[in-house]
Structure formats: structure tokens, C-alpha cells
């Protein structure tokens, strides 16, 4: 076997089970989310008039696409294309930083170096196995658009346009890795290409031009500048026009080009860009072992944040335009019910679906920090401290802290920009105290997904960063979006998000937010006592 297919050889094998997990999981994301439009929206009466009221509200389109007319399969592109390449875009940018940056950083490249596969076949495989991946990405998610009922070209279609906006994160996690030292940078960069390739895609949505029937919109010029927008531009199931792809398709062959001339010049470990140089002296906050903790997890819990805080805005602010379409349109209510379980009214619905993302983002920084306490753990950061008089137990307990606190910090700047959206709405005083409840029942929840974190770290430290990831992001899926899917209710009972308290629909029953926050407290609590037993394990 040569040197290029062992080494493709064992990134699938390193990989079966995340790829697995994304590729499965997004396809059948795509087939549970076209049954509910089914569902929800059958009738051609209600879509057109869900499709006048995204037009007349611009900012809706944001979050969704470009409407191209009623038939199923344009209506299920125009509200599930953009969710769809957002995850595949992020799969493809963790895969390649994955296989590069941190091969380096952990010193594994260097060894793969001074054998027979020398510098550039590690990246060739890389790229194989990237463009692999994601061509089953998009294979699956047509298989999944045809098991329902959708026609064949249109779905191939709509699998192309996912596949290869997906090749250009690709190429982009490649060329990020070699622009930074660390693979967190690199993480960090991409994820926010990706996510501003999906804005950039949505204000050339916003800002488009509608029809005269309101039922089309053609995309204003920042949608050509996004890997996204022209996966929209190939029209799935109406214009069914490959064409547009090829410029993201010659975006990523340029990039890998770039990236294979700057990785044969450049020393093994060293990036394009230099790192920060480190301050001469430390400041008060770095004198103890729990303001290192903080000091490690601020620009975490920025990030996480400036999320929390945009979502937070959306939920008052546009409150009243949702209440107008649902008066228009009852299904889009009804919708908003399913989604929490209540008989709410619009605004009180709309509020707790909102807040439920929100207490996602402030769950995934919260895993965030306890993902962190075992990066320092790996890279023998953690030993130095632990070198002095603090003890194994003290420390994470430290890192238990921090944790807490971020997630009181992200859902306290949610509650804030909701109070101050709530201006737009038809009466702000009785959203202020819905605001602040919805916020608040987000805790419990939150804090499971910490303990659980650190529960994982203290018996399984290597499986951490994977089993916290999949965690979160299986029990978001089922709790966030089970009840609209109609998923069984006991896989929706599975995910803690599905017992957060909504304070909507009269009384709210707190009885699940406090079973959960005793969850979270017993388990953060073994955990720390753990450590007492447990020897460091670095590496992995």
C-alpha cells in the first residue's frame, strides 16, 4: 500500500465515527425537517402566505433563503438549504483543521514527515479525504430529499450545491491552519468564515429584490460573495442550474493551491502569521489558579456572548412581525406551540423558542470550558499548575466555577438585549418578566451539560472533547427541534433541553428545572471528587 493511501487509510478510520455522526445526522436532519413542511405547510394557500410575510419581513430571510416559488421542493430549499450547508460548512472546516494544525501541534506531523510521506502527501490525503466526505454528505442528503417524495434532479441538485460550498470551508480550513500557530486559532477563524459566509448569504437575501407575486427574490450582491449563496443560485427543483457552482468549486481549487505552495516552504510548526508575544509580566488577575482558569475561557465566553446577545435582540424585537404573520397565518402559532408544548400566546411562544437557542449557545460554552480544562491537561499545561501547592480537586473545581459563571454571563446578556428589543414590541412591560424567566430556565439545563462535561473528563479524560460535543449537539437537535419534527417523545424527553421550564401559556411548572439543577450540581460534584484518584492523562 503507498504512503498517500495508508495515510487516507487512517484519517477515515480516525474519522468513522465523527463523519458518521455529522453525515447521518444532517441527513436525516433534511428528511425529518421536509416531513414537517409536509405537515405544517401542505396547502399552497398556507405556503404562499408564509412566502409573503418572509418577503414583506426581510429579516426572516436571513435565517432562511431565497424564495423560488411554492412547489415542495422550492418552499423545503428556500427554509432548509442555509441550515444545511451552515452544518456541513462546519464539519468541513473541524475535519481540516483536524488532519493539519493539530497534527503539527501535537508533533504527530513531524514524525509523519521523516517517513517516506514526506511533507505534502499528509495534505493530499487531507483534501481526499475532505472532497470523500462531503460528496457522501451531499449524496446522502438527496437520498434523504428523494425518501420523501421529492424529485430525483432536484434533490441531486440540492446534495451538489451542499457538497461543494462544502469543498470551499474545505479549502478555507486548510488555509486557516496555515495562518496559525494553534488549532484553536485556526477553529476559530474558520467557524467565523463560515458563519459570516451565512450572513453574507442572508443580507444578499434581505436586501434582494421580490417579484411582483411576492414569490420570488433575486439575491443582492453579497450573496456572490458567499460559498452559500450560490448553492441558492443553482434554484433546486425549479432552474436546477449547476452553473453557479463552479465558482466556488475554482475559490477552493485556488486556495489548496495557495495552501500546498505555503506548506513546502514553510518549517514544520511555524504558520503564516506570528503569534501574539506575551506580556513581560502578569497581571493581578493571573496570581492564582482560578484567574488563569477565567483568563483561559474569556475569549470563549466573548464569542459565545455576542451569539447570546443577537439571539436575545431577534426574540423582542421581532416579536411584533411574527405576531402579524400569525395572524395571517395560523400555522406558523401552531408551529411556535409544537416547538415548546404550551398554549402560549404568540409573543410569549415566540420568546421561549428564542430563549431555548439560547440556552444551546450558553450549554456549548459551558462545554466549552470543561473542553478546555482537558486541552490543558493534554498539552501538560495543566501539570505546572498542578506542580504547585494546588491541589487536582481544587483546580477543576476552579474550572466548575468559571463555567458557571459564563453561563450566568452569556443568559444574563441574552435577558439584556431581549429587555432591550422589547421596545418593538406591542406591550413591552408584559414581555420584560417573560424575558427574564426564559432566560433564567435555561440554567438547569445548562449546568447538566457542565456536569456531564466534567464527569466525562474525570473518568474518560480523552473522550472528552468528543462525547461533550456530541452531547450538546444531539440533545439540541432532539430538544430544539424534536416537537417540530415529531420525533417520539421519548427520544425528545432524552435531551435536558426538552425539561427546561417555559414560562409561557399561564402557570409556569418549574418541577423539571429543579430535578435537572440537582443533575447538574450531583454531577459536577463527582466529578470534582474525582480527580482526587485519577492521574493526569496527557495526550490524545
Not at 443553482?234 to 505552495?261: C, K, M, Q, S
Not at 510548526?269 to 493571573?286: H, K, Q, W, Y
Not at 482537558?374 to 506542580?387: K, V, Y
Not at 399561564?506 to 466529578?527: K, P, Y
Given at each position: 500500500m503507498?504512503?498517500?493511501?495508508v495515510?487516507l487509510?487512517q484519517?477515515?478510520?480516525r474519522?468513522?465515527?465523527?463523519?458518521?455522526?455529522?453525515?447521518?445526522?444532517?441527513?436525516?436532519?433534511?428528511?425529518?425537517?421536509v416531513?414537517a413542511?409536509?405537515?405544517?405547510?401542505?396547502e399552497?394557500?398556507?405556503r404562499?402566505e408564509?412566502l409573503?410575510?418572509?418577503?414583506a419581513?426581510?429579516?426572516?430571510?436571513?435565517?432562511?433563503?431565497?424564495?423560488?416559488?411554492?412547489?415542495d421542493?422550492?418552499?423545503?430549499f428556500?427554509l432548509?438549504?442555509?441550515?444545511?450547508?451552515?452544518?456541513g460548512?462546519?464539519?468541513?472546516?473541524?475535519?481540516?483543521?483536524?488532519?493539519t494544525?493539530?497534527?503539527?501541534?501535537?508533533?504527530?506531523?513531524e514524525?509523519?514527515?521523516a517517513?517516506?510521506a514526506?511533507?505534502?502527501?499528509?495534505?493530499?490525503a487531507?483534501?481526499?479525504?475532505?472532497?470523500?466526505?462531503n460528496?457522501?454528505?451531499?449524496?446522502?442528503?438527496a437520498l434523504?430529499?428523494?425518501a420523501?417524495g421529492?424529485?430525483?434532479v432536484?434533490?441531486?441538485?440540492?446534495?451538489a450545491?451542499?457538497?461543494?460550498s462544502?469543498?470551499?470551508?474545505?479549502?478555507?480550513?486548510?488555509?486557516a491552519?496555515?495562518?496559525?500557530?494553534?488549532?484553536r486559532?485556526?477553529?476559530?477563524?474558520?467557524?467565523?468564515?463560515?458563519?459570516?459566509?451565512?450572513l453574507?448569504?442572508?443580507?444578499?437575501d434581505?436586501?434582494?429584490t421580490p417579484s411582483?407575486?411576492?414569490?420570488?427574490?433575486?439575491?443582492?450582491w453579497p450573496?456572490w460573495l458567499s460559498?452559500?449563496?450560490?448553492?441558492?443560485?443553482t434554484?433546486a427543483?425549479?432552474?436546477n442550474?449547476?452553473?453557479?457552482l463552479?465558482?466556488?468549486?475554482?475559490?477552493a481549487?485556488?486556495l489548496?493551491?495557495?495552501?500546498?505552495?505555503?506548506?513546502?516552504?514553510r518549517?514544520?510548526?511555524a504558520?503564516?502569521?506570528a503569534?501574539?508575544?506575551?506580556?513581560?509580566t502578569?497581571?493581578?488577575?493571573?496570581?492564582?489558579s482560578f484567574?488563569?482558569?477565567?483568563?483561559l475561557?474569556t475569549?470563549?465566553?466573548?464569542?459565545w456572548?455576542?451569539?447570546a446577545?443577537?439571539?436575545g435582540?431577534l426574540?423582542?424585537?421581532?416579536?411584533?412581525?411574527?405576531?402579524?404573520?400569525?395572524?395571517?397565518?395560523?400555522?406558523?402559532?401552531?408551529?411556535?406551540?409544537?416547538?415548546?408544548?404550551?398554549?402560549?400566546?404568540?409573543?410569549e411562544?415566540?420568546?421561549?423558542?428564542?430563549?431555548g437557542?439560547?440556552?444551546?449557545?450558553a450549554?456549548?460554552c459551558?462545554?466549552?470550558?470543561g473542553?478546555?480544562?482537558?486541552?490543558e491537561?493534554?498539552?501538560?499545561?495543566?501539570?505546572?499548575?498542578?506542580?504547585?501547592?494546588?491541589?487536582?480537586?481544587?483546580w477543576?473545581?476552579?474550572?466548575?466555577?468559571?463555567g458557571?459563571?459564563?453561563?450566568?454571563?452569556?443568559?444574563?446578556?441574552a435577558?439584556?438585549a431581549g429587555?432591550?428589543?422589547?421596545?418593538?414590541?406591542?406591550?413591552?412591560?408584559?414581555?420584560?418578566?417573560?424575558?427574564?424567566?426564559?432566560?433564567?430556565?435555561?440554567?438547569?439545563?445548562?449546568?447538566?451539560?457542565?456536569?456531564?462535561?466534567?464527569?466525562?473528563?474525570?473518568?474518560?479524560?480523552?473522550?472528552?472533547?468528543?462525547v461533550?460535543?456530541?452531547?450538546v449537539?444531539?440533545?439540541?437537535i432532539?430538544?430544539?427541534?424534536?416537537p417540530?419534527l415529531?420525533?417520539?417523545?421519548w427520544?425528545?424527553?432524552?435531551?435536558?433541553?426538552a425539561h427546561?421550564?417555559v414560562?409561557?401559556?399561564?402557570?409556569?411548572?418549574?418541577?423539571g428545572?429543579i430535578?435537572?439543577?440537582?443533575i447538574?450540581?450531583?454531577?459536577?460534584a463527582?466529578a470534582?471528587?474525582a480527580?482526587?484518584?485519577?492521574e493526569?492523562?496527557?495526550?490524545?
Amino acid at each position: 500500500m503507498t504512503p498517500f493511501l495508508v495515510l487516507l487509510r487512517q484519517r477515515i478510520r480516525r474519522d468513522r465515527l465523527q463523519l458518521a455522526l455529522w453525515i447521518l445526522g444532517t441527513a436525516l436532519l433534511a428528511y425529518a425537517s421536509v416531513s414537517a413542511v409536509y405537515d405544517t405547510y401542505g396547502e399552497e394557500q398556507d405556503r404562499r402566505e408564509i412566502l409573503g410575510v418572509a418577503i414583506a419581513t426581510r429579516t426572516i430571510l436571513i435565517f432562511r433563503g431565497t424564495p423560488n416559488g411554492i412547489s415542495d421542493g422550492a418552499f423545503a430549499f428556500f427554509l432548509l438549504f442555509a441550515w444545511l450547508a451552515l452544518m456541513g460548512g462546519l464539519m468541513s472546516t473541524f475535519l481540516a483543521v483536524r488532519h493539519t494544525r493539530q497534527e503539527e501541534e501535537q508533533g504527530r506531523a513531524e514524525s509523519i514527515a521523516a517517513t517516506p510521506a514526506g511533507r505534502i502527501r499528509p495534505t493530499t490525503a487531507t483534501v481526499v479525504h475532505g472532497v470523500l466526505a462531503n460528496v457522501v454528505l451531499g449524496l446522502f442528503i438527496a437520498l434523504a430529499l428523494m425518501a420523501n417524495g421529492l424529485e430525483p434532479v432536484g434533490s441531486f441538485v440540492w446534495g451538489a450545491a451542499i457538497a461543494v460550498s462544502g469543498f470551499a470551508f474545505l479549502a478555507f480550513g486548510l488555509f486557516a491552519a496555515q495562518l496559525f500557530r494553534t488549532s484553536r486559532g485556526a477553529n476559530g477563524i474558520s467557524v467565523a468564515f463560515v458563519l459570516v459566509a451565512y450572513l453574507l448569504r442572508g443580507i444578499g437575501d434581505a436586501a434582494g429584490t421580490p417579484s411582483e407575486d411576492l414569490l420570488h427574490v433575486t439575491p443582492a450582491w453579497p450573496s456572490w460573495l458567499s460559498p452559500m449563496g450560490y448553492g441558492q443560485f443553482t434554484g433546486a427543483y425549479v432552474e436546477n442550474d449547476l452553473t453557479p457552482l463552479l465558482i466556488p468549486l475554482a475559490f477552493a481549487a485556488v486556495l489548496i493551491g495557495v495552501v500546498y505552495g505555503l506548506q513546502s516552504v514553510r518549517d514544520q510548526g511555524a504558520s503564516l502569521l506570528a503569534g501574539r508575544a506575551g506580556r513581560a509580566t502578569a497581571g493581578p488577575v493571573l496570581s492564582s489558579s482560578f484567574g488563569l482558569a477565567w483568563r483561559l475561557n474569556t475569549s470563549i465566553l466573548l464569542s459565545w456572548t455576542a451569539g447570546a446577545v443577537a439571539t436575545g435582540l431577534l426574540a423582542t424585537s421581532l416579536s411584533s412581525v411574527i405576531n402579524q404573520a400569525a395572524t395571517d397565518t395560523p400555522a406558523v402559532l401552531e408551529t411556535l406551540r409544537r416547538a415548546i408544548g404550551s398554549d402560549a400566546s404568540i409573543e410569549e411562544a415566540f420568546v421561549a423558542v428564542f430563549y431555548g437557542i439560547v440556552g444551546v449557545l450558553a450549554a456549548c460554552c459551558a462545554v466549552q470550558v470543561g473542553i478546555r480544562a482537558r486541552q490543558e491537561e493534554a498539552h501538560g499545561t495543566a501539570e505546572l499548575i498542578l506542580g504547585t501547592p494546588v491541589p487536582r480537586v481544587r483546580w477543576l473545581l476552579e474550572y466548575w466555577i468559571v463555567g458557571t459563571i459564563v453561563i450566568v454571563i452569556v443568559l444574563a446578556a441574552a435577558a439584556l438585549a431581549g429587555i432591550a428589543g422589547a421596545g418593538a414590541a406591542s406591550d413591552p412591560e408584559s414581555l420584560v418578566p417573560n424575558v427574564l424567566e426564559a432566560a433564567a430556565a435555561q440554567l438547569p439545563a445548562c449546568l447538566v451539560f457542565l456536569g456531564l462535561t466534567l464527569l466525562v473528563f474525570a473518568f474518560l479524560p480523552r473522550a472528552t472533547i468528543s462525547v461533550g460535543w456530541i452531547t450538546v449537539g444531539v440533545a439540541a437537535i432532539l430538544g430544539t427541534f424534536g416537537p417540530i419534527l415529531q420525533f417520539p417523545e421519548w427520544a425528545v424527553d432524552l435531551s435536558p433541553f426538552a425539561h427546561s421550564p417555559v414560562p409561557a401559556g399561564g402557570e409556569t411548572d418549574w418541577s423539571g428545572g429543579i430535578w435537572m439543577l440537582a443533575i447538574g450540581l450531583a454531577a459536577g460534584a463527582v466529578a470534582v471528587l474525582a480527580m482526587r484518584r485519577r492521574e493526569l492523562a496527557s495526550g490524545g
